[in-house]
């Protein structure tokens, strides 16, 4: 379902909680699918189940997941339940956009080559269009 880089920077809670966000928001997990326990989810990873139990926490406070009494953690809906308005999600995702842009032109890349990776990526998530 997901991967982890335990070399990487980024916390391994937030690799988990990005991968299952992902996940869910290229329609590969549904409402109701049900996620795997937190204990498995982290003997498959190699991590503690800690990390995965708060990366699970997270996601339930997103409203993206829900703790299910005899089914465990399943996913509760395909969109966040912002807790503020839309233009301040607006200004945070643009400030992640720019955060990503700022990454790939110290990275060397072109305008082109940028606008091609995002593309690319954004037609795992929009696939109808």
């Keep these: 379902?997901?991967?982890?880089?335990?070399?990487?920077?980024?916390?391994?809670?937030?690799?988990?909680?990005?991968?299952?966000?992902?996940a869910i928001a290229a329609g590969e997990l549904a409402p109701n699918d049900p996620l795997p326990?937190?204990?498995?989810?982290?003997?498959?990873?190699?991590?503690?189940l800690n990390t995965v139990a708060r990366a699970y926490r997270q996601l339930e406070a997103d409203g993206l997941v829900t703790a299910v009494r005899g089914?465990?953690?399943?996913?509760?809906?395909?969109?966040?339940?912002f807790?503020?308005?839309?233009?301040a999600v607006l200004r945070r995702l643009a400030d992640e956009i720019?955060?990503?842009?700022?990454?790939?032109?110290?990275?060397?890349?072109?305008?082109?080559?940028a606008h091609g990776l995002v593309s690319r990526e954004a037609a795992a998530f929009w696939t109808e269009e």
């Design 1 to 22: 379902m997901l991967t982890i880089d335990l070399d990487s920077d980024i916390p391994l809670t937030d690799q988990v909680r990005r991968g299952i966000r992902q």
């Design 37 to 48: 326990t937190v204990r498995q989810l982290a003997v498959d990873l190699g991590i503690n």
């Design 71 to 81: 089914r465990g953690t399943v996913v509760k809906s395909s969109q966040e339940s």
């Design 83 to 87: 807790r503020a308005s839309e233009e």
């Design 98 to 113: 720019r955060n990503l842009l700022a990454s790939a032109r110290l990275a060397g890349l072109t305008r082109e080559q």
